[in-house]
């Protein structure tokens, strides 16, 4: 997954907030389906006791976070895209059963995010039946980020609700549960020989509960069974008419995965999913496991961890659920299959490359599949607006049995309706934050297009380096992980230019491009993993003098200095990783994670032309489908 401070850090959601019609009353279809499916099912409805809720933030803040300069937009595919009117009558049919499919992952992913999520939002809608203006801001803020809690631009947490608060381990935890309280009930579990329980309770796809003085573990397939079986169904109709026969197969491997609590089912839809190249439609459910602050906890626990070595446990942070709807671009596709040709001279040139085994090899052809989608719809965790959106992401992950049992591949999808900056209004907000932070001589070389570019190389880097063993690095593992791929793309664009993929003047826009990108309009919080990588790099190029920032606040980049240093810095952590050592882990990331005065001075001028704190997708065309 790729997010980044302007372009990559301003997450989006999938509600269509557009305004009515003259004559004609707005209906959220989004919000419809929803309360049928809740119709349909009683076993995944969430009931935390509370009846009523008292909103938060005052009438001034909401009025403030809901105007149009705080809180951006990005539009999804419309109505009439030429786009959507290319493609074939089936296709057409099967787009509007995978929107419904996917927009049930709104649903399910709000239950693992936070209890109070769907009881809120039912109690928002209530308010505003009743003329509750407050109520009407407030869910506005709910629909962009999907959730009652959430950080902002800022790295401040927006809690909609009096008393409601986000929780280390969300909602696939028990409220209540304490980091010391969950590892002594699995250190009484394991000594009382109950193994299987707790290796259920550390998998990523269980939503734990207390039963007693245990805790209990339920496979998600099963917690949500009726909203998943109705997903299934929606994606057998798609694949009745669509007309490509490749994706047809994995949605139909996608839908029995669906039905029944098998992860290697999953595995197999997986394996099918990575190997998609050339077909009209992308539809995803992503699985990804950034959230879940609470499992890999257990590593930081001596006897705990020697308990779970001792039989054989991995933990793995819980997944949380995305949905991915779009139109294949042919034409930015060929482009992004370019790279691939580069990947083996990339597998050849990655540090102690003798000393693991990375998903792609150096002298085979590689398992890698890339896209360019036009995005119909992005619901879930891949909608929700929590600091930044993805622009990009390479899966499947590789915690998942298609890479580890299957041998399977991976697909990068590259997501152009998040990146693509086409409005008068956006690039002169970009050309005045050039202004306040990046040294004149260097605005020549910012493009956008080289952040795409970037990007690319990321997607790519995930699938450089060890392939497994970093279990151990617990809560540091992501961040870690996102800074090697980081640094691998900025790392190779020299091996890349004299190879031929990029021109000296890309090379060079690239090298600008990354660093005016990296600085950030607050210091994040720990949980934060693409932004902490951030931080950490910042740091780590000043003290290397790759790149300088002035005591009024702006950047300045030392051009022959940054490869090396990006070099250097992917040797360090491919180290880190391959040792896969908490404490070792712990240390490299607090070492850089320094958010020094000059940093809060870029920050303070990033603030003065970016008024930016949140953000909602409109989603004309996913409405439309759902409507019919």
């Not at 009382?192 to 509960?209: C, H, P, T, Y």
């Not at 089912?265 to 496991?289: G, M, S, V």
């Not at 085979?364 to 909608?383: C, F, I, R």
């Not at 890349?496 to 690239?510: K, N, V």
Request: with cysteine.
């Amino acid at each position: 997954m790729n997010i980044n401070p302007i372009n990559r850090i301003t997450n989006i959601s999938m509600r269509n907030l557009s305004p009515e019609k003259p004559g004609k009353k707005s209906v959220n279809s989004n919000d419809t389906l929803i309360k049928e499916l809740d119709k349909m099912s009683t076993i995944n409805n969430v009931n935390i006791g509370k009846k009523d809720y008292e909103l938060n933030l005052s009438m001034e803040e909401l009025e403030k976070r809901t105007h149009k300069d705080y809180l951006t937009t990005k539009k999804m595919l419309a109505v009439d895209a030429p786009e959507y009117e290319a493609l074939e009558e089936g296709d057409k049919q099967a787009l509007k059963h995978l929107v419904k499919a996917a927009v049930v992952l709104d649903k399910i992913n709000m239950q693992l995010d936070n209890p109070n999520n769907l009881p809120f939002k039912e109690y928002l809608e209530k308010e505003i039946t009743k003329g509750n203006e407050a109520a009407k801001l407030t869910k506005i803020l709910f629909d962009a980020q999907k959730g009652v809690c959430s950080l902002d631009r800022e790295s401040n947490m927006i809690e909609l609700a009096k008393g409601v608060s986000m929780r280390p381990g969300k909602g696939v935890y028990p409220q209540d549960l304490e980091k010391e309280e969950f590892h002594k009930i699995l250190i009484n579990m394991l000594k009382g020989g109950k193994v299987d329980e707790v290796a259920k309770i550390l998998n990523q796809r269980s939503v734990v509960e207390r039963v007693g003085n245990e805790l209990v573990a339920t496979d998600y397939i099963d917690k949500f069974k009726d909203d998943f079986a109705y997903m299934a169904s929606e994606l057998e109709k798609a694949s009745e008419v669509s007309t490509n026969a490749d994706f047809n197969e994995f949605l139909k491997l996608q839908a029995k995965a669906l039905r029944s609590a098998d992860p290697m089912l999953d595995a197999y839809a997986d394996k099918k999913w990575a190997t998609l190249q050339d077909t009209p439609l992308e539809f995803t459910i992503t699985r990804e496991n950034y959230s879940d602050e609470l499992t890999e906890t257990v590593v930081e626990n001596p006897e705990l961890k020697a308990l779970l070595d001792e039989n054989g446990i991995t933990p793995v942070a819980k997944d949380f659920l995305g949905g991915r709807v779009g139109i294949i671009n042919k034409k930015g596709t060929d482009a992004i299959l370019g790279v691939k040709n580069y990947l083996p001279l990339m597998a050849q040139n990655m540090p102690f490359k003798d000393d693991y085994i990375q998903n792609i090899s150096p002298d085979k052809e590689s398992k890698q599949t890339m896209v360019d989608a036009d995005l119909v719809a992005v619901t879930g965790d891949v909608g929700e607006f929590r600091a930044g959106i993805t622009l990009a992401e390479n899966l499947p992950n590789d915690d998942k049995l298609s890479i580890i049992e299957l041998d399977g591949g991976r697909r990068n999808v590259y997501h152009r309706q998040i990146r693509l900056i086409t409005s008068d209004d956006a690039r002169e907000k970009m050309k005045k934050r050039l202004e306040a932070t990046l040294t004149p001589e260097l605005h020549k070389y910012y493009n956008d297009e080289a952040d795409h570019w970037f990007t690319v190389g990321h997607e790519n880097g995930h699938s450089l380096g060890p392939k497994s063993g970093t279990e151990g690095l617990g809560k540091y593992k992501s961040i870690i992980e996102e800074n090697k791929a980081d640094m691998i793309s900025l790392a190779m664009v020299d091996l890349l230019t004299e190879a031929g993929m990029y021109t000296p003047e890309q090379r060079e826009q690239i090298i600008v491009t990354y660093a005016a990108d990296n600085m950030m309009m607050s210091k994040p919080t720990l949980s934060q993993a693409h932004r902490v990588r951030s931080v950490m790099q910042n740091y780590y190029f000043i003290k290397e003098g790759a790149i300088e920032i002035s005591k009024d606040g702006v950047l300045n980049v030392n051009m022959d200095k940054m490869v090396p240093t990006a070099r250097k810095m992917l040797e360090e952590i491919i180290q880190v990783q391959m040792k896969g050592d908490f404490t070792k882990g712990e240390k490299y990331v607090l070492d850089n994670f320094v958010w020094t005065p000059e940093m809060e001075k870029m920050a303070e001028n990033i603030k003065k032309v970016s008024k930016t704190l949140n953000g909602k997708v409109e989603s004309p065309l996913a409405d439309k489908l759902l409507a019919e």
